[in-house]
C-alpha cells in the first residue's frame, strides 16, 4: 500500500517555516509526499513506485523472479576466508544480474536506491554494506577476505564502468595535471615561507621595542 499525503509546494515548505503569509504562484512546482510500508523498500526508487502503480492499476502483472538453472561448471565460486572475516562480517551473498545496461539516468537512480538502503535496512552499513561491480570488467578467482585499509583498492562502479574514458582522459591531460598540482605545491610553499618571513619580521620588532625600552 502506497499512501500520498496532500500536495504542497517547495515555495509553500519554506514561507510556513518561515511564518510568511504569502499567495503561492501559478509556476511553482508541485511536490507530493509518499509514505510507504517498512517491507518494501522495492517503493524507495522512482522505478519501484512507477511498477507498483502499473500493477495496482492492472496496467502490468507482478513480476516473478527466479533463480537461473547453471550447472556448476558454470557457476562462479565466491571463497571466504572465514579466519579473516568471521570477527568482522561473517556472512556474503553474492548474485549476478544479467541483461542489465546502465546510463547515465539508470545509474544514478540505481545508486540513490543504494545508498537509501545503506541508510535505512543496512543501518549506515553497520549491518550490511552493499557493493555492485561491473562484471564485464572482472575476472575470477573472487575471495571474501579482510585486509587493512593500506592494502585495499577500492574502485567504484562507475569509475570501473568509465575506465577507457578515463584512460583516455589521463593520457590525454597528464602532463596539465602534473603540472597543476606542481604549480599547487609551489604555490603552498611560497605562502609558507611568506607566512614564516612575516612571523620573523614581527618578532624582530618586538624585541627592538624591548631592548628600546
Known amino acids: ?29 508541485t511536490i507530493y509526499k509518499i509514505d510507504i510500508p517498512a517491507n518494501r523498500y522495492d517503493l524507495l526508487c522512482l ?18 523472479y527466479r533463480l537461473s538453472d547453471v550447472g556448476k561448471d558454470s557457476m562462479l565460486r565466491m571463497n571466504v576466508r572465514s579466519d579473516q572475516t568471521s570477527q568482522i562480517r561473517p556472512f556474503v551473498v553474492c548474485a549476478v544480474l544479467r541483461g542489465v545496461t546502465f546510463d547515465e539516468a539508470r545509474y544514478n537512480s540505481f545508486i540513490d536506491l543504494q545508498d537509501k538502503l545503506h541508510q535505512n535496512i543496512c543501518r549506515r552499513r553497520s549491518l550490511v554494506a552493499i557493493g555492485t561491480h561491473d562484471l564485464d570488467t572482472l575476472q575470477g578467482p573472487f575471495t571474501y577476505e579482510a585486509l587493512s585499509p593500506k592494502d585495499i583498492n577500492f574502485v567504484p562502479l562507475k569509475q570501473a564502468m568509465l575506465s577507457k574514458e578515463l584512460e583516455n582522459y589521463l593520457a590525454t591531460h597528464i602532463s596539465e595535471i602534473l603540472c597543476s598540482n606542481l604549480k599547487e605545491e609551489e604555490e603552498e610553499e611560497e605562502k609558507e615561507e611568506d607566512e614564516k618571513s612575516k612571523r620573523k619580521h614581527e618578532s624582530d620588532r618586538k624585541r627592538v621595542q624591548s631592548q628600546n625600552r
Request: with cysteine; net charge negative; hydrophobic share 35%.
Open 47 to 64: 522505478e519501484g513506485i512507477a511498477q507498483a502503480l502499473r500493477i495496482f492499476n492492472k496496467k502490468q502483472e507482478i513480476p516473478a
Open 1 to 29: 500500500m502506497i499512501c500520498v499525503s496532500v500536495s504542497t509546494t517547495e515555495k509553500a515548505i519554506i514561507r510556513k517555516e518561515k511564518h510568511i503569509e504569502e499567495e503561492a504562484g501559478k509556476d511553482e512546482e
